[in-house]
T-cell receptor, first 112, second 114 residues
Framework: QQQVKQSPQSLIVQKGGISIINCAYENTAFDYFPWYQQFPGKGPALLIAIRPDVSEKKEGRFTISFNKSAKQFSLHIMDSQPGDSATYFCAASTDSNYQLIWGAGTKLIIKP | EPEVTQTPSHQVTQMGQEVILRCVPISNHLYFYWYRQILGQKVEFLVSFYNNEISEKSEIFDDQFSVERPDGSNFTLKIRSTKLEDSAMYFC????????????FGEGSRLTVL
Protein backbone atom coordinates (compact mmCIF):
# COMPACT_ATOMS: atom_id res chain seq x y z
CA GLN A 1 0.00 0.00 0.00
CA GLN A 2 2.88 2.33 0.74
CA GLN A 3 5.04 1.36 -2.23
CA VAL A 4 5.92 3.42 -5.25
CA LYS A 5 7.01 1.29 -8.20
CA GLN A 6 9.37 2.87 -10.71
CA SER A 7 10.48 1.68 -14.13
CA PRO A 8 12.72 1.21 -15.96
CA GLN A 9 15.69 0.58 -13.71
CA SER A 10 18.01 2.02 -16.34
CA LEU A 11 17.52 3.89 -19.59
CA ILE A 12 19.78 4.89 -22.45
CA VAL A 13 18.58 7.63 -24.78
CA GLN A 14 20.25 9.39 -27.67
CA LYS A 15 20.93 13.08 -27.37
CA GLY A 16 17.88 15.00 -28.52
CA GLY A 17 15.51 12.12 -27.79
CA ILE A 18 12.70 11.85 -25.27
CA SER A 19 13.36 10.10 -21.96
CA ILE A 20 10.33 8.60 -20.24
CA ILE A 21 10.29 7.22 -16.71
CA ASN A 22 7.17 5.74 -15.16
CA CYS A 23 5.90 5.36 -11.62
CA ALA A 24 2.85 3.70 -10.09
CA TYR A 25 1.43 3.93 -6.61
CA GLU A 26 -1.33 2.24 -4.62
CA ASN A 27 -2.13 4.55 -1.73
CA THR A 28 -4.94 6.85 -2.86
CA ALA A 29 -4.17 9.17 0.05
CA PHE A 30 -0.98 10.32 -1.69
CA ASP A 31 -1.43 13.84 -2.96
CA TYR A 32 2.07 15.11 -3.69
CA PHE A 33 4.27 13.55 -6.38
CA PRO A 34 7.78 14.95 -6.81
CA TRP A 35 10.60 13.87 -9.06
CA TYR A 36 14.15 14.15 -7.79
CA GLN A 37 17.37 14.20 -9.78
CA GLN A 38 20.54 12.84 -8.22
CA PHE A 39 24.06 13.14 -9.60
CA PRO A 40 26.80 10.81 -8.29
CA GLY A 41 28.04 11.92 -4.90
CA LYS A 42 25.30 14.49 -4.47
CA GLY A 43 22.03 14.62 -2.60
CA PRO A 44 18.71 14.39 -4.43
CA ALA A 45 17.45 17.70 -5.83
CA LEU A 46 13.83 18.46 -6.55
CA LEU A 47 13.23 18.61 -10.29
CA ILE A 48 9.47 19.03 -10.65
CA ALA A 49 6.39 18.05 -8.66
CA ILE A 50 2.68 17.66 -9.25
CA ARG A 51 -0.52 17.41 -7.21
CA PRO A 52 -3.52 15.33 -8.30
CA ASP A 53 -5.68 18.30 -9.25
CA VAL A 54 -3.86 18.60 -12.61
CA SER A 55 -3.02 15.97 -15.21
CA GLU A 56 0.15 17.56 -16.53
CA LYS A 57 2.82 20.00 -15.41
CA LYS A 58 5.58 21.34 -17.60
CA GLU A 59 8.76 23.15 -16.61
CA GLY A 60 11.12 23.74 -19.49
CA ARG A 61 12.08 20.39 -21.00
CA PHE A 62 10.60 18.44 -18.08
CA THR A 63 6.97 17.33 -17.98
CA ILE A 64 5.05 15.27 -15.45
CA SER A 65 2.00 13.43 -16.72
CA PHE A 66 -0.42 12.28 -14.03
CA ASN A 67 -3.20 9.71 -14.38
CA LYS A 68 -5.21 9.65 -11.18
CA SER A 69 -7.55 6.81 -12.18
CA ALA A 70 -4.65 4.56 -13.14
CA LYS A 71 -2.57 5.74 -10.16
CA GLN A 72 0.38 6.39 -12.40
CA PHE A 73 2.63 9.31 -13.15
CA SER A 74 5.55 9.75 -15.47
CA LEU A 75 8.44 12.07 -16.18
CA HIS A 76 9.18 13.09 -19.74
CA ILE A 77 12.45 14.79 -20.60
CA MET A 78 12.29 16.37 -24.04
CA ASP A 79 15.40 17.03 -26.13
CA SER A 80 17.47 14.99 -23.68
CA GLN A 81 21.02 16.25 -23.16
CA PRO A 82 24.17 14.53 -21.83
CA GLY A 83 23.94 16.80 -18.77
CA ASP A 84 20.63 15.11 -17.94
CA SER A 85 22.50 11.86 -17.26
CA ALA A 86 21.69 11.13 -13.61
CA THR A 87 19.54 8.93 -11.43
CA TYR A 88 15.90 10.00 -11.24
CA PHE A 89 13.61 9.14 -8.37
CA CYS A 90 9.87 9.49 -8.22
CA ALA A 91 8.28 9.83 -4.81
CA ALA A 92 4.91 10.32 -3.20
CA SER A 93 3.57 11.60 0.07
CA THR A 94 0.48 12.89 1.75
CA ASP A 95 0.00 16.52 2.71
CA SER A 96 -0.18 15.56 6.36
CA ASN A 97 3.41 14.52 6.88
CA TYR A 98 5.44 14.88 3.67
CA GLN A 99 7.06 11.56 4.56
CA LEU A 100 8.26 10.78 1.07
CA ILE A 101 7.94 7.21 -0.19
CA TRP A 102 10.54 6.77 -2.92
CA GLY A 103 10.68 4.74 -6.08
CA ALA A 104 13.74 2.59 -6.68
CA GLY A 105 15.33 5.05 -9.09
CA THR A 106 16.14 5.09 -12.80
CA LYS A 107 19.68 5.54 -14.01
CA LEU A 108 19.44 7.64 -17.15
CA ILE A 109 22.30 7.85 -19.62
CA ILE A 110 22.10 10.26 -22.52
CA LYS A 111 24.44 9.28 -25.36
CA PRO A 112 26.03 12.16 -27.29
CA GLU B 1 21.32 30.11 -2.64
CA PRO B 2 20.67 28.68 0.83
CA GLU B 3 21.64 25.07 1.26
CA VAL B 4 21.61 22.21 3.71
CA THR B 5 25.11 21.30 4.84
CA GLN B 6 26.18 17.99 6.29
CA THR B 7 29.30 16.81 8.10
CA PRO B 8 31.26 14.65 7.91
CA SER B 9 31.14 13.81 4.22
CA HIS B 10 32.52 10.35 4.99
CA GLN B 11 32.99 8.51 8.25
CA VAL B 12 34.50 5.09 8.77
CA THR B 13 33.79 3.43 12.10
CA GLN B 14 34.09 0.08 13.81
CA MET B 15 31.00 -1.97 14.52
CA GLY B 16 29.57 -1.14 17.94
CA GLN B 17 30.87 2.42 17.97
CA GLU B 18 28.68 5.47 18.33
CA VAL B 19 28.39 7.84 15.40
CA ILE B 20 26.97 11.35 15.21
CA LEU B 21 26.09 12.85 11.84
CA ARG B 22 25.56 16.57 11.75
CA CYS B 23 23.36 18.76 9.61
CA VAL B 24 22.79 22.48 9.36
CA PRO B 25 19.37 22.97 7.75
CA ILE B 26 18.37 26.08 5.85
CA SER B 27 18.00 28.78 8.47
CA ASN B 28 14.30 29.64 8.26
CA HIS B 29 13.12 26.07 7.76
CA LEU B 30 10.92 24.41 10.33
CA TYR B 31 10.76 20.75 9.34
CA PHE B 32 13.78 18.46 9.38
CA TYR B 33 14.31 14.97 8.07
CA TRP B 34 16.84 12.20 7.90
CA TYR B 35 16.81 9.72 5.03
CA ARG B 36 19.27 7.00 4.18
CA GLN B 37 20.30 5.33 0.96
CA ILE B 38 22.10 2.01 1.01
CA LEU B 39 24.41 1.78 -1.99
CA GLY B 40 22.45 1.06 -5.14
CA GLN B 41 19.11 1.02 -3.36
CA LYS B 42 16.23 3.41 -2.92
CA VAL B 43 16.12 6.33 -0.54
CA GLU B 44 14.42 5.41 2.74
CA PHE B 45 12.73 7.71 5.24
CA LEU B 46 14.12 7.53 8.76
CA VAL B 47 12.62 10.34 10.81
CA SER B 48 10.98 13.75 10.68
CA PHE B 49 11.34 16.44 13.31
CA TYR B 50 9.27 19.54 14.00
CA ASN B 51 8.92 21.88 16.93
CA ASN B 52 11.72 20.13 18.81
CA GLU B 53 10.21 16.69 18.69
CA ILE B 54 9.98 13.68 16.42
CA SER B 55 6.82 13.85 14.32
CA GLU B 56 7.20 10.61 12.36
CA LYS B 57 9.66 7.75 12.31
CA SER B 58 10.03 4.61 10.24
CA GLU B 59 10.62 1.03 11.32
CA ILE B 60 14.30 1.53 10.55
CA PHE B 61 14.55 4.21 13.23
CA ASP B 62 14.82 1.91 16.23
CA ASP B 63 16.23 2.45 19.72
CA GLN B 64 19.75 2.68 18.31
CA PHE B 65 18.89 5.93 16.56
CA SER B 66 18.18 9.33 18.03
CA VAL B 67 17.91 12.88 16.74
CA GLU B 68 18.52 16.17 18.39
CA ARG B 69 18.48 19.86 17.63
CA PRO B 70 20.90 20.94 20.34
CA ASP B 71 21.37 24.61 19.60
CA GLY B 72 18.71 25.86 17.21
CA SER B 73 20.89 25.49 14.12
CA ASN B 74 22.33 21.98 14.08
CA PHE B 75 20.25 18.84 13.60
CA THR B 76 22.04 15.63 14.51
CA LEU B 77 21.50 11.93 13.95
CA LYS B 78 23.11 9.62 16.47
CA ILE B 79 23.58 5.90 16.02
CA ARG B 80 24.45 4.45 19.40
CA SER B 81 26.01 1.13 18.47
CA THR B 82 26.63 0.84 14.76
CA LYS B 83 26.01 -2.37 12.85
CA LEU B 84 27.42 -3.41 9.49
CA GLU B 85 24.02 -2.87 7.91
CA ASP B 86 24.05 0.78 8.97
CA SER B 87 26.58 1.42 6.21
CA ALA B 88 24.79 3.83 3.89
CA MET B 89 24.58 7.40 2.70
CA TYR B 90 22.62 9.48 5.19
CA PHE B 91 20.83 12.55 3.87
CA CYS B 92 19.51 15.39 5.93
CA UNK B 93 16.67 17.47 4.46
CA UNK B 94 14.73 20.50 5.55
CA UNK B 95 11.52 22.17 4.52
CA UNK B 96 10.09 25.58 5.10
CA UNK B 97 6.43 26.24 5.69
CA UNK B 98 5.87 28.37 2.60
CA UNK B 99 7.30 25.97 0.04
CA UNK B 100 5.16 23.13 1.22
CA UNK B 101 6.42 19.76 0.14
CA UNK B 102 9.74 20.84 -1.29
CA UNK B 103 12.51 19.16 0.60
CA UNK B 104 16.00 20.53 0.25
CA PHE B 105 18.62 17.84 0.68
CA GLY B 106 22.19 18.04 1.84
CA GLU B 107 24.95 16.26 -0.05
CA GLY B 108 24.95 13.38 2.39
CA SER B 109 27.26 11.72 4.87
CA ARG B 110 28.65 8.38 3.82
CA LEU B 111 28.90 6.01 6.78
CA THR B 112 31.04 2.90 6.46
CA VAL B 113 30.86 0.41 9.32
CA LEU B 114 33.65 -2.17 9.43
Amino acid sequence: QQQVKQSPQSLIVQKGGISIINCAYENTAFDYFPWYQQFPGKGPALLIAIRPDVSEKKEGRFTISFNKSAKQFSLHIMDSQPGDSATYFCAASTDSNYQLIWGAGTKLIIKP
Amino acid sequence: EPEVTQTPSHQVTQMGQEVILRCVPISNHLYFYWYRQILGQKVEFLVSFYNNEISEKSEIFDDQFSVERPDGSNFTLKIRSTKLEDSAMYFCASRGQVQAGELFFGEGSRLTVL
